[in-house]
T-cell receptor, first 113, second 110 residues
């Protein structure tokens, strides 16, 4: 069964901490994505990557960075976590052409206190 | 990508067909219609997509109007496990990302 695996289901961090959210896919997909999901706002794209070491800003990149050193792994980094980054974070991957859509991970619920 | 409009919530009796509407009146000729759903505490799951013709797979059917300004996702025999938020998305072929709105929360009632 193909999978997108996010390393943590729940995470609690303190304000100002550097936070790493990890995502691994086993489908040899070229594209990977990070979204955040908040009540009433739906899913919003933070960053995406269409190849190793490549990245593109999404709709809300401020306060985040990403790293893609290997094809299967896409990391989201909160350089200095803030309380307004408390959210559900969802990773997804797709083939080079996303004709057949995304495969999502189960999400990481991050709470910044 | 074209904006989509969906009702915020719907109910459906178990065993009946669930018909979820979506308006995409500004859709362009090269934009596909995608449907995803998100069951509580899980990531969104791909259901089906289409361009002009009606489509059917093991999960659902997608009916797209002739003018392509609206579509309907049909779950032929809804079960309690179909309770979820359903997202209708339109996307240009070749675009790398999908825009998810707030979707329709479908509740299947026993």
């Amino acid at each position: 069964d193909v999978k997108v695996t996010q390393s943590s289901r729940y995470l609690v961090k303190r304000t100002g901490e550097k936070v790493f959210l990890e995502c691994v896919q086993d489908m040899d997909h070229e594209n990977m994505f990070w979204y955040r999901q908040d009540p009433g706002l739906g899913l919003r794209l933070i960053y995406f990557s269409y190849d190793v070491k490549m990245k593109e800003k999404g709709d809300i990149p401020e306060g985040y960075s990403v790293s893609r050193e290997k094809k299967e792994r896409f990391s989201l980094i909160l350089e200095s976590a803030s309380t307004n980054q408390t959210s559900m974070y969802l990773c997804a991957s797709s083939r080079e052409t996303i004709f057949y859509g995304y495969t999502f991970g189960s999400g990481t619920r991050l709470t910044v206190v | 990508d074209a904006k989509t409009t969906q009702p915020p919530s719907m109910d459906c009796a178990e065993g009946r067909a669930a018909n979820l509407p979506c308006n995409h009146s500004t859709i362009s000729g090269n934009e596909y219609v995608y449907w995803y759903r998100q069951i509580h505490s899980q990531g969104p799951q791909y259901i089906i997509h289409g361009l002009k013709n009606n489509e059917t797979n093991e999960m659902a059917s997608l009916i797209i109007t002739e003018d392509r300004k609206s579509s309907t996702l049909i779950l032929p025999h809804a079960t309690l496990r179909d309770t979820a938020v359903y997202y209708c998305i339109v996307r240009v072929d070749g675009a790398n990302n999908l825009f998810f709105g707030t979707g329709t929360r479908l509740t299947v009632i026993p």
